[in-house]
C-alpha cells in the first residue's frame, strides 16, 4: 500500500441518522446483520446513479463490494428487515416481510431523501421457507429492469450494484448468489398497512404508519378534512397513472400480490416481468401463474382489487364512528382510479399515436389498431415505433408498418382512417414523427437480451449486462449500432419461462 491509497480521500455515504422505517419503532422491523458471501465481485454497477447519490467515488472502491455484498457494515446502525403481510394470488398469506431485503438506510439526494437496501443478503426473521438468498439471474433481471423502466419515464425503484457470489443457491437448478442494491424514496407496500390490520391487529399502529407516511411523502394531504381519506385517493390515483404506463409500454409485471404494490406508486419486486413481444392482451408473463390472474390486460383490474384490499386495511385506523360510513368513505376514496387510469391511458396511447388534438372517435381508432394486432400477435414495441413513420399523404402505401401485417386489407382500412384523423388536425409528418418517436421506446428489456446477458454473466463475463444497461439508459434514441437489441425476439426465446423462483 503506498502512502497515497493508505488514507483514502473517499468519502463514505452521508448516511442519515435514525430514518423514516427505524422511528416507526420496533414493532414494524427487527434489527439484523447482512450475512457474508465469499469472494464476491461487481457484477454491474449503476455509475450514473451513483452520480445522483453523490456516491460515484464511493462505488468504484473495495469498501462498497464489501458493504453491498452485506460482507461489512455500511455504518454504526444495524440494518433493519420490515414486517409486512399481504394478498397472494387474491388469497391472504398473512405476515410475510423483507424475508431476503435489509435497509442499510437513508441518504440524501437531489431528488429528496432515498432508502438504500439489499435483496439477498441472507436471512430474516422473515424468511419464512426462504434462504434468504436472490441469485445472479433474478438480480440481473431486477437491476436492468429497474433502469429500463426509469429511463422509460415510469415510476420505479432503481437499482445501483449487483454484486456476484460463487455461493451455490438452490432454485429448479443450483445457482449461484447475487445482492442488488436497491434504491428508493420508500419501500413500503400495501402489504405494510394490511399487516398492522390484520396480522398485529394493531390499530394505534397502524395509525402511527398512516400519520407518518402522510407527513414525510404526501404532505399536501395534511390539509384535507380527513387527511386519510385524501392520502387515499391519492394512493389510488398514482397506483392508476402506473397501471396506464405499465399497458402503455406493454409491461407486465407478473407477481402483483398486495405485498408487491408500493404504497408511493412505484414499480417494485422485479421478478418474473416481461415486455409483450406479439401483441396479446392475455399475455401472462409469470411461469406459475396457471389461471392467469396476473395476465398483462388484467393488471388494471388487479390494481384495482389490491386498492380495495388496502382500502379494507385503513378502516381500523378511522377511529370511531359509523364502521359502515368509514367503509363506504374508504371505497370512495378508491373510486377515482378508474376514471385516473381510463384517461391516463388514452392519453398515453394518444401520444403513442401522435394525435394532438382529442377527437370523439380516437378511442376507437386507438383500440380497433391493438385489435389488429391481437388478432396477429403483431411485435407490440416494433409496430408502436414504425408508426412514427406513417406518411398521412394521400395515397401512401406505408409499406414499412404495412409489412407487419399478414391480414393487409385490414391495416389499410385502418390506416386510411389514422391518415384522414392525422390530416384533420393538419399534423405534419415530420413533427409528429419527433413527438412519437419520444413517446415509442425502440428499446425495451425484453426476456431475451436480459437472457443473453444472465449467460454471459453466468461465465464470469459481465460486460453484456453493462453495455444492455447503457442501451436501456436511451430507450428512445435509435442506436444503430445496437440494432439488433430492438428486433425480434429470436426462436430459442419462445422456450424462456421465467418462474417466482428468483
Ligand atoms: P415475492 O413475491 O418474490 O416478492 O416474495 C414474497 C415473499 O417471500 C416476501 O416476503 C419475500 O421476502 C419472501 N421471499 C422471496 N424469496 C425469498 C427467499 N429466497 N428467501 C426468503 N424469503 C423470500
Ligand atoms: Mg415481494
Same mark, same amino acid.
Given at each position: 500500500?503506498?502512502?497515497?491509497?493508505?488514507?483514502?480521500?473517499?468519502?463514505?455515504?452521508?448516511?442519515?441518522?435514525?430514518?423514516?422505517?427505524?422511528s416507526l419503532g420496533p414493532a414494524f422491523w427487527s434489527e439484523l446483520p447482512a450475512q457474508p458471501l465469499p469472494e464476491v465481485r461487481w457484477v454491474a454497477r449503476n455509475d450514473a446513479l451513483a452520480a445522483e447519490l453523490g456516491l460515484a467515488d464511493w462505488l468504484q472502491g473495495e469498501r462498497a463490494l464489501q458493504v453491498l455484498s452485506g460482507n461489512a457494515p455500511a455504518r454504526v446502525a444495524p440494518p433493519l428487515a420490515s414486517v409486512y403481510s399481504g394478498h397472494q394470488f387474491g388469497v391472504w398469506a398473512g405476515q410475510l416481510g423483507d424475508?431476503?431485503?435489509?435497509?442499510?438506510?437513508?441518504?440524501?439526494?437531489?431528488?429528496?431523501?432515498?432508502?438504500?437496501?439489499?435483496?439477498?443478503?441472507?436471512?430474516?426473521?422473515?424468511? =419464512?421457507?426462504?434462504?434468504?438468498?436472490?441469485?445472479?439471474?433474478?438480480?440481473?433481471?431486477?437491476?436492468?429492469?429497474?433502469?429500463?423502466?426509469?429511463?422509460?419515464?415510469?415510476?420505479?425503484?432503481?437499482?445501483?450494484?449487483?454484486?456476484?457470489?460463487?455461493?451455490?443457491?438452490?432454485?429448479? &437448478?443450483?445457482? &449461484?448468489?447475487?445482492?442488488?442494491?436497491?434504491?428508493?424514496?420508500?419501500?413500503?407496500?400495501?402489504?405494510?398497512?394490511?399487516?398492522?390490520?390484520? &396480522?398485529?391487529?394493531?390499530?394505534?399502529?397502524? =395509525?402511527?404508519?398512516?400519520?407518518?407516511?402522510?407527513?414525510? +411523502?404526501?404532505?399536501?394531504?395534511?390539509?384535507?378534512?380527513?387527511?386519510?381519506?385524501? /392520502?387515499?385517493?391519492?394512493?389510488?390515483?398514482?397506483?392508476?397513472?402506473?397501471?396506464?404506463?405499465?399497458?402503455?409500454?406493454?409491461?407486465?409485471?407478473?407477481?402483483?400480490?398486495?405485498?408487491?404494490?408500493?404504497?408511493?406508486?412505484?414499480?417494485?419486486?422485479?421478478?418474473?416481468?416481461?415486455?409483450?413481444?406479439?401483441?396479446?392482451?392475455?399475455? !401472462?408473463?409469470?411461469?406459475?401463474?396457471?389461471?392467469?390472474? +396476473?395476465?398483462?390486460?388484467? $393488471?388494471?383490474?388487479?390494481?384495482? /382489487?389490491?386498492?380495495?384490499?388496502?382500502?379494507?386495511?385503513?378502516?381500523?385506523?378511522?377511529?370511531?364512528?359509523?364502521?359502515?360510513?368509514?367503509?363506504?368513505?374508504?371505497?370512495?376514496?378508491?373510486?377515482?382510479?378508474?376514471?385516473?387510469?381510463?384517461?391516463?391511458?388514452?392519453?398515453?396511447?394518444?401520444?403513442?399515436?401522435?394525435?394532438?388534438?382529442?377527437?370523439?372517435?380516437?378511442?376507437?381508432?386507438?383500440?380497433?389498431?391493438?385489435?389488429?394486432?391481437?388478432?396477429?400477435? &403483431?411485435?407490440?414495441?416494433?409496430?408502436?415505433?414504425?408508426?412514427?413513420?406513417?406518411?398521412?399523404?394521400?395515397?401512401?402505401?406505408?409499406?414499412?408498418?404495412?409489412?407487419?401485417?399478414?391480414?393487409?386489407?385490414?391495416?389499410?382500412? /385502418?390506416?386510411?382512417? +389514422?391518415?384522414?384523423?392525422?390530416?384533420?388536425?393538419?399534423?405534419?409528418?415530420?413533427?409528429?414523427?419527433?413527438?412519437?418517436?419520444?413517446?415509442?421506446?425502440?428499446?425495451?428489456?425484453?426476456?431475451?437480451?436480459?437472457? $443473453?446477458?444472465?449467460?454471459?454473466?453466468?461465465?464470469?463475463?459481465?460486460?453484456?449486462? $453493462?453495455?444492455?444497461?447503457?442501451?436501456?439508459?436511451?430507450?428512445?434514441?435509435? $442506436?444503430?449500432?445496437?440494432?439488433?437489441?430492438?428486433? +425480434?425476439?429470436?426462436? /430459442?426465446?419462445?422456450? !424462456?419461462?421465467?418462474?417466482?423462483?428468483?
Amino acid at each position: 500500500m503506498n502512502a497515497l491509497s493508505e488514507h483514502s480521500v473517499v468519502s463514505e455515504p452521508r448516511w442519515r441518522a435514525g430514518g423514516f422505517l427505524q422511528s416507526l419503532g420496533p414493532a414494524f422491523w427487527s434489527e439484523l446483520p447482512a450475512q457474508p458471501l465469499p469472494e464476491v465481485r461487481w457484477v454491474a454497477r449503476n455509475d450514473a446513479l451513483a452520480a445522483e447519490l453523490g456516491l460515484a467515488d464511493w462505488l468504484q472502491g473495495e469498501r462498497a463490494l464489501q458493504v453491498l455484498s452485506g460482507n461489512a457494515p455500511a455504518r454504526v446502525a444495524p440494518p433493519l428487515a420490515s414486517v409486512y403481510s399481504g394478498h397472494q394470488f387474491g388469497v391472504w398469506a398473512g405476515q410475510l416481510g423483507d424475508g431476503r431485503a435489509l435497509l442499510l438506510g437513508e441518504i440524501d439526494s437531489p431528488s429528496g431523501v432515498q432508502e438504500i437496501q439489499l435483496k439477498g443478503s441472507g436471512l430474516t426473521p422473515y424468511s =419464512r421457507m426462504g434462504d434468504g438468498r436472490a441469485v445472479l439471474r433474478s438480480s440481473i433481471r431486477e437491476f436492468l429492469c429497474s433502469e429500463a423502466m426509469h429511463h422509460l419515464g415510469i415510476p420505479t425503484t432503481r437499482a445501483l450494484a449487483v454484486v456476484g457470489s460463487p455461493q451455490p443457491v438452490m432454485r429448479e &437448478t443450483v445457482e &449461484t448468489a447475487a445482492v442488488v442494491t436497491r434504491v428508493a424514496p420508500s419501500f413500503l407496500r400495501f402489504g405494510h398497512f394490511e399487516h398492522f390490520a390484520h &396480522t398485529a391487529a394493531d390499530a394505534a399502529a397502524l =395509525r402511527r404508519l398512516v400519520d407518518a407516511v402522510i407527513e414525510r +411523502y404526501f404532505p399536501a394531504c395534511r390539509e384535507a378534512p380527513v387527511p386519510l381519506l385524501a /392520502w387515499l385517493e391519492e394512493v389510488a390515483r398514482r397506483t392508476a397513472r402506473l397501471m396506464a404506463q405499465w399497458q402503455a409500454v406493454g409491461f407486465c409485471h407478473g407477481v402483483m400480490n398486495t405485498d408487491n404494490l408500493s404504497i408511493l406508486g412505484l414499480t417494485i419486486d422485479y421478478g418474473p416481468f416481461g415486455f409483450i413481444d406479439g401483441f396479446d392482451p392475455m399475455h !401472462i408473463c409469470n411461469h406459475s401463474d396457471h389461471q392467469g390472474r +396476473y395476465a398483462y390486460a388484467r $393488471q388494471p383490474g388487479v390494481a384495482w /382489487w389490491n386498492l380495495h384490499a388496502l382500502a379494507q386495511a385503513l378502516l381500523p385506523a378511522l377511529g370511531d364512528g359509523d364502521p359502515r360510513q368509514h367503509a363506504q368513505a374508504l371505497g370512495a376514496a378508491v373510486e377515482p382510479f378508474k376514471a385516473e387510469f381510463d384517461a391516463s391511458l388514452q392519453r398515453l396511447l394518444r401520444a403513442k399515436l401522435g394525435l394532438a388534438a382529442e377527437h370523439d372517435g380516437d378511442p376507437a381508432l386507438i383500440d380497433d389498431l391493438l385489435r389488429l394486432m391481437a388478432a396477429e400477435h &403483431t411485435d407490440y414495441t416494433i409496430a408502436m415505433r414504425r408508426l412514427a413513420a406513417f406518411s398521412s399523404a394521400e395515397g401512401a402505401t406505408n409499406d414499412d408498418l404495412r409489412d407487419l401485417f399478414v391480414d393487409r386489407a385490414a391495416f389499410d382500412a /385502418w390506416g386510411l382512417r +389514422y391518415a384522414q384523423r392525422l390530416r384533420d388536425e393538419h399534423s405534419v409528418d415530420a413533427e409528429r414523427r419527433a413527438r412519437m418517436n419520444a413517446a415509442n421506446p425502440k428499446f425495451v428489456l425484453r426476456n431475451h437480451l436480459a437472457e $443473453q446477458a444472465i449467460r454471459r454473466a453466468q461465465e464470469g463475463d459481465f460486460a453484456e449486462t $453493462q453495455r444492455l444497461l447503457r442501451v436501456l439508459q436511451r430507450p428512445f434514441d435509435e $442506436q444503430p449500432e445496437h440494432e439488433a437489441d430492438a428486433g +425480434y425476439p429470436p426462436q /430459442w426465446a419462445q422456450r !424462456i419461462a421465467v418462474s417466482c423462483s428468483s
